[in-house]
């Protein structure tokens, strides 16, 4: 039962509970199911092209892959919501895998149905504050210019983020750890800050 493997929850903005847990070798199921409730858009920002005609047997080796490769490298999380429809519905999940020694690469996904709820914006702060407690500095990803819930997430995180736009998309730059000295510096730039766009597993 999900229940038994929860290691946080926390309540959406429609008050819904949900569960999260550490992603492990058996949840291909779940990031299936999870990939088939994302919209077109949801899975272009995501994958970066665009991913309506994938065979499901690709789709199930991909998810197979992801799950089974939680090592020191690579960490994820699973969110739970029980819907009216079935209980223990995986509603959003996210990753990091590890660059080097104090970067690594993040994404997170969120079902088109419980998006705007906040699961994104809670699930990418647990995901960083694991990764911050195993010694990771900064967390990267590449993010759609057009993809505004994920910009809204982002700019909702305590961290200095640096954005590098590459036309469509940018490449972002999360900053865990700095030194206090350059607090000050970051604090200036994040008034200018304007973002505009998003994330998965």
Known sequence: MIEQQVTESFL???GELVFVRPLMPEDAPYLVDLFENMGSE???NRFMQPA?????????TEAEKIAQ???STSYGLVAFVDLPERADVPVAGSRYVRLSAVQAEIAVSVRDDMQNKGIGTEL?????????AYGIDQVVGTVQNSNTAMWAMLKNLPYRLERQSEGSYSLITLHIHEPDSRTGDWLDTAADFSPEPQIIW
Request: zero cysteines; proline letters at 0%.
């Open 12 to 14: 959406t903005k429609n």
């Open 42 to 44: 949801s899975r272009y």
């Open 52 to 60: 309506d005609q994938v065979n499901i047997d690709r789709i199930w």
């Open 69 to 71: 490769s939680v090592t």
């Open 124 to 132: 990418l702060r647990l995901l960083i504050e694991q990764a911050g």
